[in-house]
């Protein structure tokens, strides 16, 4: 398997645009998570699904945010607007609801918003 | 404050072992988990150890789980100046399996 992919792997872009980001998890996994990554603030958990389904989204910022997956093996989470606070490296990860529940993390998206 | 908790830095000489230590406060996580993380990549899975188990080794790496104390730790064995990296230790959270809680990482530094 290819691991979890995403992208674009850097994005840049000014205040006020439309960001989206992607994600395509291992196939076969039936957890999806996003994380959100800054020197300030460490990573931290975004939004998870399961099954499709947003389970937990207490973690996204503000009503700027927004996740979907439409299917399995596709995610996004997009920001509008966007802002320099903003700027950081987004990660999607996936896992498998058996075993260990160990999750597999994708490259990271680092955005930067000017 | 965090429920798991690192500290930040670690410098070690090639070929020595090295200790890198984590506390957690769930008494109820199930699984506890050492990620590595590269520069400018993502985390990737090292090894994992369920709870009811003490001492989990994988080839250089040793994993030493204390429950009473909530004490985790990795040892790494022969430090090469390719582990060079952020170490992260993370928990499953209460109540949910899925979830993982993260520490701040740990920036283990090899020294020639």
């Known amino acids: 398997d290819a691991g979890v992919i995403q992208s674009p792997r850097h994005e840049v872009t000014e205040m006020g645009q439309e960001v989206t980001l992607r994600c395509k998890p291992i196939s076969g996994h039936d957890y999806l998570f996003w994380y959100r990554q800054t020197m300030m603030r460490g990573l931290e958990l975004l939004i998870y699904f399961n099954n499709n389904v947003p389970i937990d989204d207490s973690g996204m910022p503000e009503d700027r945010f927004s996740a979907k997956m439409p299917n399995a093996s596709f995610s996004t989470l997009k920001i509008q607007p966007s802002e320099p606070r903003d700027s950081a490296v987004y990660f999607c990860?996936?896992?498998?609801?058996?075993?260990?529940?160990?999750?597999?993390f994708g490259p990271g998206t680092r955005l930067t918003v000017t | 404050g965090e429920d798991v908790e690192q500290s930040l830095f670690l410098s070690v000489r090639e070929g020595d072992s090295s200790v890198i230590n984590c506390t957690y406060t769930?008494?109820?996580?199930?699984?506890l988990y050492w990620y590595k993380q590269e520069p400018g990549a993502g985390l990737q899975l090292l090894t994992y150890i369920f709870s009811n188990m003490d001492m989990k080794q994988d080839q250089r790496l040793t994993v030493l789980l204390n429950k009473k104390d909530k004490h985790l730790s990795l040892r790494i064995a022969d430090t090469q100046t390719g582990d060079s990296a952020i170490y992260f230790c993370?928990?499953?959270?209460?109540?949910?399996?899925?979830?993982?809680?993260f520490g701040s990482g740990t920036q283990l530094t090899v020294l020639p």
């Open positions: 990860a996936s896992s498998l609801s058996q075993g260990a529940h160990e999750q597999y």
């Open positions: 993370a928990e499953s959270m209460r109540g949910s399996a899925r979830q993982l809680t």
């Open positions: 769930d008494s109820s996580s199930t699984y």
